[in-house]
């Protein structure tokens, strides 16, 4: 598997910098929402779905969801949520109503300033055509294109299902699952147990407004030992980020190492075919844990 680590140029820093500031969406920490960290996960072997809990309280203590689904992004993304089967190697079968939230989530991301700034760049860049449909249809190849993940059945996965929605392999496995209001949602039904934050070391203690951290998980019974997660951005912000990093490269796997606001992240992306396979970050520091 080729795979692709770099560090961002100073234009590509600048454009994911510009897009953090141009996301208006972002929900403010302590006001729209509250976190709880709580305890440093630990270790979880391969293949096993034991993991002490390290958090006795869930993850979002508060979630002011009348705003959340006020915010037409927001509103049409969480609509996409419960359009996708859970298992991989259970066929997709994507319906009309489905085909036109896609759509309609699509046309409300590309509606937004971050979108916007997103597009401009990957015009410069060559990587997308300047006509807006052009680009909405690009989008909608990378993100909901149906793919064979699991090689027993027909198209059963998208990148819109493994990085936002979540998936089981085999019944065996969490994949994917690194979006905050899925988490949330799950989380609020009961179907996900927060075990921890992930961490290198005690020094690197998250705390609650942080926008980026690393969980350790159980989602109907089945652990993610770790798992990358923006908390409290927009979908828009999400699928502008990891689509400029997925068309940067043509390698399996890219990983690119950038300092976005007072986060220095690894934004990583696998590719599968003309689609994205994953997309999460990984943070790496955050400034006010380095003094």
Not at 9 to 15: A, G, I, M, P, T
Not at 32 to 55: C, E, F, H
Not at 213 to 219: H, R, Y
Not at 251 to 271: G, M, N
């Amino acid at each position: 598997m080729k795979k692709n680590k770099c560090l961002a140029n100073q234009e590509l820093s600048e454009v994911l910098n510009e897009l953090w500031r141009l996301d208006v969406n972002r929900l403010k920490p302590g006001t729209d929402y509250i976190i709880a960290p709580q305890g440093r996960a630990g270790y979880v072997a391969q293949g096993s779905n034991y993991a002490k809990d390290r958090a006795h309280a869930p993850l979002f203590i508060y979630v002011d969801e009348d705003k959340l689904r006020s915010i037409k992004t927001y509103a049409y993304f969480i609509n996409l949520l419960d359009n996708y089967e859970m298992s991989t190697g259970v066929s997709e079968s994507v319906t009309h109503e489905e085909l036109q939230e896609n759509r309609k989530f699509l046309d409300a991301i590309l509606d937004t300033d971050v979108m916007k700034c997103a597009h401009q760049y990957l015009v410069k860049k060559r990587q997308s055509s300047p006509d807006v449909m052009s680009f909405k249809k690009q989008l909608y190849n990378i993100w909901f294109r149906l793919y064979h993940r699991d090689r027993r059945g027909g198209a059963d996965s998208c990148g819109f299902e493994h990085v936002f929605v979540g998936e089981t392999k085999q019944g065996q496995e969490i994949t994917g699952l690194h979006n905050w209001v899925q988490f949330y949602l799950q989380e609020k039904h009961g179907h996900i147990d927060y075990k921890g934050y992930k961490a290198r070391d005690n020094k690197d203690t998250p705390d609650e407004d942080d926008h980026v951290l690393n969980l350790q998980f159980s989602w109907k019974g089945l652990v993610k030992p770790v798992g990358g997660s923006f908390i409290g951005v927009s979908p828009e912000l999400e699928v502008a980020m990891f689509t400029i990093v997925f068309l940067q490269s043509g390698d399996k796997t890219s990983t690119l190492e950038v300092k976005v606001d007072e986060y220095v992240l690894e934004l990583v992306v696998h590719r599968h075919g003309r689609s994205i396979g994953s997309s999460y970050p990984k943070l790496l520091s955050s400034n006010h844990r380095d003094l």
